[in-house]
């Protein structure tokens, strides 16, 4: 396909999209999907946070892997940056800290794919010094 | 922050924080006064006067779960470091104004960055917030405005992969249009 520059090449390359229906089944039920956050606070961002999620967004496409990844604010954990929160359909979510692309790849492989744990997770409980 | 695109990452952070549902992002590089203006406008809550005086002071944040912000903080003083300054504007129900001016051609001024996919991000990742981004070189100017896109994309999410691409390559191809990239 040729590159898209104006709004109009944008426009055609939509009607080409030909899972129109699965995307809009994808916005109208958002729990039947693995939801991954990741946190953009100022330490998330200064520690690679953005380039965590562009590697996260781009593997999960990659793999075929249903999942919404989204930007989340200050998850409390700065000591741990980049955190990265995972909530698979119907299980509590669990927060990952100190994610680099390795860490990313492992949390889809292990923890997204088999269901097993890894490295790395924050308790649930823990609370910051200042609580 | 490494450049100004992570920099633009994490002071619309603040707008979003501030329930803004329009963001303007504007960079203007003006080669022959060798100026590089950066402004980020929105109509969030904004601030009192009281709070405004102290918003670069890194002991200044309005989250709750520890007590330091760095954000305004960290680009004023790259923005001091290249030979410019800080400006922040803001009037309570408002909104608020960041202005940015850095030395275009000095050594300590942060490069671009991947401002692409900043760009991208922003609008992907805030579905509902409106971003309008300006970008000015040597009297040529490219804006992108998520209002647009989304009254194209119908009911498609903004967010979907391949929508994320077709912005980026959309951004990409215009920028280096005008010779920004």
Known sequence: MSKIKTLADLKKMKSDLQSKVELRERADHPDSYVQIKVGMATSGIASGAKEVMDFLIEALEKRNIEAV??????????????????????????????????????????????????????????????? | MKNLALHILDIVQNSISADASLIKIRIEEHIPEDCLKLVIEDNGKGMEKEFLMRVADPYT?????????????????????AEGGLQVSSEPGKGTKVEAIFRHSHIDRPALGDIVGVIVLLAAGSPNCDFYYVHQKDGKSYIFDT?????????????????????????????KEIHVL
Do not use: H, W
Request: with cysteine.
């Open chain 2, 61 to 81: 944040t309005t989250r709750t779960s520890r007590k330091v912000g760095m954000g305004l903080a960290l680009l004023k003083q790259n923005a001091e470091q």
């Open chain 1, 69 to 131: 990844v989204t930007q989340a604010g200050d998850m409390g954990y700065c000591y741990a940056e980049p955190t990265v929160e995972v909530t698979k359909p119907g299980e509590e979510p669990i927060v990952f800290g100190y994610v680099d692309q390795d860490k990313a790849d492992e949390i889809i492989e292990k923890y997204i794919r088999k269901g097993e744990l890894v490295d790395g997770i924050i308790p649930k409980n823990y609370q910051s010094i200042d609580d």
């Open chain 2, 147 to 175: 209002r647009e896109i989304k009254n194209i994309l119908d009911d498609i999410p903004i967010s979907d992969t391949r929508i994320r691409l077709s912005m980026r390559e959309l951004i990409y191809e215009n920028l």
